[in-house]
């Protein structure tokens, strides 16, 4: 990407000249004067900002919030930000009965629909916000079919809760199943347990696969150094 004498953007080599630029691209200029950009905004690059914001656990919860600064900082830096939002099934909460058949095939789900919306809408860069086994390597696998300038972000972890004068994570609520099955746990302290170990938004509290994969996003250089 880069800009004319004028300051201007050249978008002559850019996705978002097929759905921005000439007299023939005026019905979709159309729609983004309908989401109240300016021409000012349709003339700048777009970036998709793509998070995995949904309801279904706190590793997710987070992310519109996280997506809405990026925006800002797209905005900053003179670009236009197009903001969507795709799928997880999170693992902590799919496990143990009929949903667990959902979780491997989500991440190619989630990899194939936020290529599938910077692929039809023309974007020309990525940032991909993600906290939740599955979504992390499927914003991943996007960023690299689409070879387009792209930066993950990752949700982050959760910080741990306090029960009985000790940090306590998930970690303990699952080996409080194990020890009120032997038990070794009453069921009354198994519920306050439970009630205590997730106290924020946030991935699970352990070396799974959530932690895991945001040090890999670092290590192979799609995200920023230390952001992980």
């Known amino acids: 990407m880069h800009r004319k004498p004028d300051g201007s953007w050249d978008k002559s ?10 007299p023939s691209r005026a019905p979709h200029r159309s729609y983004y004067y309908a989401m109240g950009l300016g021409s000012r905004e349709i003339e700048q690059p777009f970036v998709g900002v793509a998070s995995c914001w949904n309801e279904a656990a706190p590793c997710n919860t987070a992310l519109m919030r996280q997506a809405h600064a990026v925006s800002e900082g797209v905005k900053k830096a003179g670009a236009t930000p197009r903001e969507f939002c795709t799928i997880t099934v999170t693992d902590g909460i799919a496990m143990g009965h009929e949903g667990m ?3 491997l095939v989500s991440r190619d789900l989630i990899a194939d629909s936020v290529e599938l919306t910077m692929r039809g809408h023309g974007y020309d860069a990525l940032v991909g916000l993600a906290g939740c086994d599955k979504s992390l390597p499927g914003m991943m696998m996007a960023m690299l079919r689409l070879n387009v300038p792209s930066v993950f972000l990752y949700g982050g972890s959760i910080l741990p809760g306090q029960w009985h004068g000790r940090d306590v994570t998930v970690v303990d609520v699952f080996e409080g199943v194990g020890m009120h099955s032997a038990g070794k746990m009453s069921l009354e ?3 306050s347990l439970e009630q205590h170990a997730c106290p924020s938004d946030g991935a699970c509290g352990g070396q ?3 932690n895991t994969m ?3 996003s670092e290590a192979i250089g799609l995200a920023l150094p230390l952001s992980a």
């Open 13 to 22: 080599r850019l996705p978002s000249r097929h759905v921005t630029e000439g």
């Open 214 to 216: 945001a040090c890999v």
């Open 101 to 103: 058949r959902s979780s």
């Open 208 to 210: 799974f696969t959530a």
């Open 189 to 191: 302290d198994l519920c």
